[in-house]
């Protein structure tokens, strides 16, 4: 299979996140297998324009600002210049409607779908803008298969009207030669909790700050470390100020798979409060390094921790719910060794290489699929 894929970011773009990895995870291995692969993104400032990445031909367009307006052509223009067989839209921003531009067969990966939680995170005309983006997904796409990374973000797309028979389930995968225990490295001597990814108002990460403010109380000492970037953190450095834990909220900032490994592997818990993701990768990178999760019991994440197994679920935005469940593993060591062991179990049947294998069978089927119905 010739691959022209399509992605807002690339993975060594500085914006990246899990949605970027999740591509590379995938693609880089069906690269190996002898599927040529031509991703067209955006850029940055400084970026080159065409490059080579894992053996994934690079071509940058724009930045990710402009992108939306640049995109199509740029994949008119590719299209025109080189044969492929099939397109790979990844829509984790805003669609790009690639069936009104060619008739080659369009395969979609969906991590997850905005909805109204678009007007939790964005001011209302640029949420308004993306909400009214996602109403044509099923009508433009309807000859297209849908590749789901979680089955919460199948079922929001059978509920929006996309036919349930195209949509695949193909869960992401984890490297365990990375995440791992190491019983070298041991865990903080004080209560430590963990958040790790893009500070954006959607994230829920001023859930987390309430908690440790009632930990505090409740408790005595607890620390949240914040590891991530994004425009919501003044917000949540005066939040944190504002309840009196500055002292107990540590900024990270950006930092290395080094440093987060370690940061996953010293922590009691890594704590993800979203209101809605695709998947949850930082759940099952932390698991596959003995570290339990407590998540909200939001679509995405409740199939990331198991509840009362790998770790804690409580209900979204309620932070005196995600204290007790705090306060829980501070007052038992057993609870934590538990629900680790148990993590470190559930990790273990999540594999890029099974994710890679069953994206390169969707997309054989789909092809002859498509070829029968000419």
Known sequence: ???LAVNWLDIDNPDAGGAELHFFEIFRRLVTRGH??????????GADPTTEIDRIRILRFGNRYSFALRARRAVRRVLTDSDFDVVVEDINKLPLFLPTLTDLPVYVIVPHLFGAAAFREAAFPIALTVWLAEQPIPHVYRRSAFHAISESTRDDLVARGVDESAVEVVYPGVDKEWYHRDQSVDRAADPTFLYI???KRYKGVDTAIHAVAILRRQFGSATLQIAGSGDDRPRLEQLARSLGVSDSVEFLGFVSEAEKRDLMRR??????????EGW??????????GTPGVAADSPGLRETVVDGRTGILFPYGDSDALASCLDRLCRSADLRAELGAGAVGFAETFSWEEASQR???HL?????????SR
Request: overall charge positive.
């Open 1 to 3: 299979m010739r691959i």
């Open 36 to 45: 040529p692969v031509t991703l067209v993104t955006s850029g940055w400032q």
């Open 197 to 199: 990814g893009r500070l």
């Open 267 to 276: 922590a009691w818990a890594v704590i993800f409060p979203s209101a809605k």
């Open 280 to 289: 949850g990768l930082t759940n099952i990178e932390a698991a596959a390094c």
């Open 359 to 361: 994206t390169e069978a």
């Open 364 to 372: 054989h089927w789909y092809l002859h699929h498509k070829s029968e």
